[in-house]
């Protein structure tokens, strides 16, 4: 199993990322999707969620209005889109997989390596 993801970077605040989450040994459909962030110090927090098989999307309140994500299920591939980029929103990003929707961390069983999102 794998999920590599890919598009972090250092951008000025009010500015776009595009995430993308490359997910592979597994049966993509199966499973919650799910982006997390970690900022230095801090616990590691949900930012948004869905099932791969499709329903509604979740956003944590900080993020709401401001990033979307979206899947492609031909490709196996997750999207986080974050528009209006905040300096609080620095942290490495990482998505995963898991076997219930939820925000917490310990139900999901399978994670990327993260990608590094900074915002001055």
């Known amino acids: 199993v794998q999920l590599v993801e890919s598009g972090g970077g250092s951008v000025t605040a009010g500015r776009s990322l595009t995430l993308s989450c490359a997910a592979s040994?597994?049966?993509?459909?199966?499973?919650?999707m799910g982006w997390f962030r970690q900022a230095p110090g801090k616990e590691r927090e949900g930012v948004a969620r869905i099932w791969s098989s499709g329903g509604s999307p979740y956003y944590t309140d900080s993020v709401k209005g401001r990033f979307t994500i979206s899947q492609d299920n031909a490709k196996n591939t997750l999207y986080l889109q974050m528009n209006s980029l905040k300096p609080e929103d620095t942290a490495m990003y990482y998505c995963?997989?898991?076997?219930?929707?939820?925000?917490?961390?310990?139900?999901?069983?399978?994670w990327g390596q993260g990608t590094q999102v900074t915002v001055s």
């Open positions: 995963a997989a898991g076997t219930k929707c939820t925000w917490e961390p310990r139900w999901y069983n399978y």
């Open positions: 040994g597994y049966t993509y459909s199966s499973y919650c």
